[in-house]
């Protein structure tokens, strides 16, 4: 908040002095600092998901197989999703907000620094406790959307996983509002002069209304986590079918929350695939004004169709129908943008790049997806579909072929601007063929299972349902998608040895506003905070249009704004060890209230401890002056 | 631009405790209402209305809404309208109101 | 001091960088509520066994309370003025009262809670008392919070590091605080006011 305070210990004032090493990134609030460290620790997470889905396959590759005990398997699905949805593609996700959009907006970092920090560290603490499970009596095991009453002890497996479940989730909610509100503010508040909301970058848009939907989403699952946990560990009758609990209660809440998730994971890979497409095009996107009211329109509409994830469980003719309907409406925004991404390309010189490659392969796949959502979308068809492996091939389409393409592509395209480095193009393409190919061929074959009535979430088959050939096949296609990550692995090593370079700023002959400034950028973002004066601005510094449309290159001259050399002096926010400790504190608190169950006192009194300890960083964080030079 | 909103529209603290007198008689009658025997069928509707116009007599005045850039009410409406419409639509689905 | 944390320049729209934040997590906070009522109606009258709650509640002492939580909105808006005005002795004197009812409310929640249980309404006991400890324990939780953040005003206040500079602070807290009591305005009439003895059950 405010205020001096000449309390605190001397060794939690603020610091100045950390730029590097361990507690240069532990007090750090750049946000592009916190972006890196998003991004590595939700790679990490997602070679974790990525081995837990190469174990699954294993598993059922043939007929019958016993790699995993039926046990063990419940917890390998459920991880794989948390971890993929919660930790990998939703921080991938906030880690492109944190690097890229305040570039994009013209501003120094984000509204509140410190938040940022401490959304960051809530969101690794809070993925620990997740998977803390596995080596505390077993991970969640009652599937990623964890339907009541499975999540009880007596109907459940009685493990301690979803302990784990709702406490983790319950943590990882808070950094996701907490980033949610900052990116609102951020977005709303620190545009550079002469952006209007219409000059905005559609990736920005994207991120916009994605903050939107995670403040007003988020809330809705926490409620439903604090009554389950409340259920599990105080003996509260929420979802107990005995006292009148309602288990539809649960999928109701779940889903309400669950479908803007959906599109909380998919339109910030939209975003990047806008800005990619024109880029690799050199031209500008086609029909800017649709895109965004198209993704306004699909952020609008995730609130009006959750039930359709309920078709089956009997909410009679008039919900279904008009669940269907709603459904069915957001087809058209959907394909609105997909037209305008193809007339982008249209007429455009492309080049294929390792960015643009994932782009198009993007859209591809998300043609697919789509149109295999669309075909849930109508009742009867949804009724032969529900719970099989057709629902499991289609959400990889969009979730895998979707949002992960579009994330590589972000990776790869904005990879030089923070590091000076370019990821080498010939790794790059291997990877992008191999995950092309495994993908389609890992999920492809899925749909044919499900139509031929193959379950999810199924430990094994017979041999005598005549599963075994495609599945063999889907096997072999993700130990295919295995080889092109650690391609990518390969990649980012070989990549990190070599010299930086200086002559990256704008490698790819950007249109936004994070190309004008150097690369790396540095601390302080700006020299001189931009002033914008349409869509692309950049983009017309560079370029101008002839009667006839065409693009011609306005010579640059001696101007060198992306020389870093000269010393400047722009005041930046100070270092924090407060979101640090808050962001802990918070899940030792939920680890101590997950093993409540297990061990009452020690359970308890981490706890206790946790509690304090946020309280404590809470408390220091206000009357730390938000200014290092405001100490008196 | 629209730093200089502090002071001027401010009601007065005089206008506060009128509004506050508002609002206990508002309660007041609800309170009575629960209890006049002929008014029970009609009730829902009443007590409904009767929270309706606290609540938004003390998001305009006390929050102070009313005087506020149109972008605080869009935020707090967006959360609010969501808020209702979710609450709404579940009770449809459980058949609260049929 | 507005926009320490923005690095030093001016925001796009002028507005304050942390108000825009209050009312955003307002916004947030209404869907809080709103999934806990939402519960709390679906519930109603599906509990298998009692007690339920027209058996319980006492309609004419939560008024009281609810009364107190109204009064105590007009003490925090006397507080913003005060402080406004530069007059930090209305300030304490106003945050202190806004406290102090803020206690009240809490102190009656407590004794609410006791007697209710003492009648049989547990949180494990039925949906009821399930549903409604935990909706009306989050919204204490909320009160509770807020008399935090109103003594710390008040301790800072009185220390002498609350300037009129800096009633932005009063103004945040007050709408946090004014938030939270219509909260219960929703409360007090969805939960309590609609169990009326008139209504048949």
Redesign the interface.
Known sequence: ?????GSLPRFLERPTSYTTGVWGWITTVDHKKIGIMYGFTAIFFFLLGGLEAVVIRSQLAFAGNEIVSPDIYNQLFTMHALTMIFLAIMPLAVTFFNLIVPLQIG???V????LNALSYWIYLSGGLLLNAGWILGGAADSGWFAYAPLTLDQYGSGGRGMDFYSLGLLVLGVSS?AG???F??TI????APG?TLMRMPVFTWMAFITS?LL??????I???L??LA?DRI?????FAP?????P??WQ??FW?FGHPEVYILILPAMGIVSEVLPTFSKKPLFGYPFIIFSGIFIGFMG?AVW?HHMFTVG?GPV?NATFAITTMLIAVPTGVKIFNWIGTMWGGSIDFKTPMLFSIGFVFLFIIGGLSGVSHAAPPSDYQQQDTYYIVAHLHYVLFGGAIFGIFSGIYYWWPKFSGKLLNENLGVIHFALLFIGMNMSFGPMHWLGMDGMPRRIYTYGAEYGWEFWNTVSTIGSYIIALGTIVFIVNVFYTMRQERRTDLADPWDGRTLEWSIPSPVPE?NFKE?PIVNGLDSFWDTKYSTDEQGYMTPIPQGASDDNQEDEEVD????GLSYFPFITGIGLSVSGFGFAIYSQFNVVGLTVAIVGILATFFGAYGW?FE???PE?HH | MATEHHNTEHPSSTKYVVIALILSVVTAIEVAVVYVEALAAALIPILLLLSVGKFVVVVGYYMHLKFEHKLFTILFASGLILAIYVLCALMLLFGVFI | MTTHETAGHATTTGLDNRKVMMWAFIGSDCLFFASLVSTYLLYRGKSVVGPYPYEVFNIPYTSVSAFVLLMSSLTMVLALGAIQRGDHTRLRIWLLATSILGCIFLGGQYFEFTVFVEQGVTLQGNLFGSSFFTLTSFHGLHVTFGVVILMSFFVMSLRGRLSQEQSLNIELAGLYWHFVDIVWIVIFTVVYLIEAPNIVH
């Open positions: 908040m405010a205020a001096n305070s501003a120094r970092d509204a509140f620094p410190r509002v949610g509100l900052n609102l503010v709303i508040n620190m545009r952006m939107i403040v007003t989403a988020m809330p809705v926490t409620i439903a604090i009554e409340l105080l003996g509260t009758q929420f005995g006292a009148g609990g309602d539809l209660l109701h809440l309400v609130w039930s909410m919900a302080y905070i722009i005041h930046m926010p206000c002056p938000a200014d405001d």
